[in-house]
């Protein structure tokens, strides 16, 4: 909110802004013409029904691997499948590279997750189940996550777009890669 009052006060240097954060999520409604930048979280809490909204950002979630992997050529080009994400994050004993290229490789897979609730809640709506297995995923803090795999070529990870993006250059953090779904 405050880069783009920035960037926008330099093309209108006439519009003024006044940036507050809210506290304890709760807006004050009133007749005046304010601008919030909300998460869906407090969307219902924050917002009345003469609000306009308009979503300006999600939280992706995003699988990734490390760029060293040595399947990626192959996992670029066939992607992975919601049901091979399934075997793999449901059964310990199919946590490996031959389930998911079928190429009979018996190569853990060393499988991580960002222990976000909302990661978990979407990843495992993705592969239809009701929750995550705790069997075979190691849960971490973010940071603790992205450095695994940046430093492991067989890992695979859950997280948000935003939890491997490099700040410096939008690009992504170095040695990760999407790894795409099929």
């Given at each position: 909110?405050?880069k783009?009052?920035?960037?926008?006060?330099?093309?209108?240097?006439e519009?003024?802004?006044?940036?507050?954060?809210?506290?304890?999520?709760?807006?004050?409604q009133?007749?005046?013409?304010?601008?919030?930048?909300?998460?869906?979280?407090?969307?219902s809490?924050?917002?009345?029904?003469?609000?306009?909204?308009?979503v300006?950002?999600?939280?992706?979630?995003?699988?990734?691997?490390?760029?060293?992997?040595?399947y990626l050529?192959?996992?670029?080009?066939?992607?992975?499948?919601?049901?091979?994400?399934a075997q793999?994050?449901?059964?310990?004993d199919?946590?490996?590279?031959?389930?998911?290229?079928?190429?009979?490789?018996?190569?853990?897979i060393?499988?991580?997750?960002?222990?976000?609730?909302?990661?978990?809640?979407?990843?495992?709506?993705?592969?239809?189940?009701?929750k995550?297995?705790?069997?075979?995923?190691?849960?971490?803090?973010?940071?603790?996550v992205?450095?695994a795999v940046?430093k492991?070529?067989?890992?695979?990870a859950?997280?948000?777009?935003?939890?491997?993006?490099?700040?410096?250059?939008?690009g992504?953090?170095?040695?990760?890669?999407?790894?795409?779904i099929?």
């Open positions: 909110a405050l783009w009052t920035s960037e926008y006060g330099n093309l209108k240097p519009v003024k802004f006044k940036i507050n954060e809210i506290a304890n999520n709760k807006a004050t009133g007749t005046d013409n304010n601008l919030r930048f909300v998460s869906n979280n407090f969307q809490s924050m917002m009345d029904e003469t609000s306009w909204k308009m300006i950002g999600r939280d992706v979630i995003v699988p990734v691997i490390n760029s060293g992997n040595p050529a192959e996992l670029m080009k066939r992607g992975v499948s919601q049901e091979k994400f793999i994050l449901n059964n310990p199919k946590q490996n590279w031959g389930t998911l290229l079928e190429a009979g490789q018996k190569i853990p060393h499988i991580y997750m960002i222990s976000d609730e909302s990661v978990k809640t979407g990843v495992a709506h993705f592969i239809q189940t009701a995550i297995p705790n069997t075979g995923i190691t849960m971490g803090t973010k940071e603790d992205i450095s940046q492991d070529p067989l890992s695979i859950f997280c948000k777009v935003v939890n491997v993006t490099d700040e410096n250059n939008q992504l953090a170095e040695n990760i890669k999407l790894l795409p099929d």
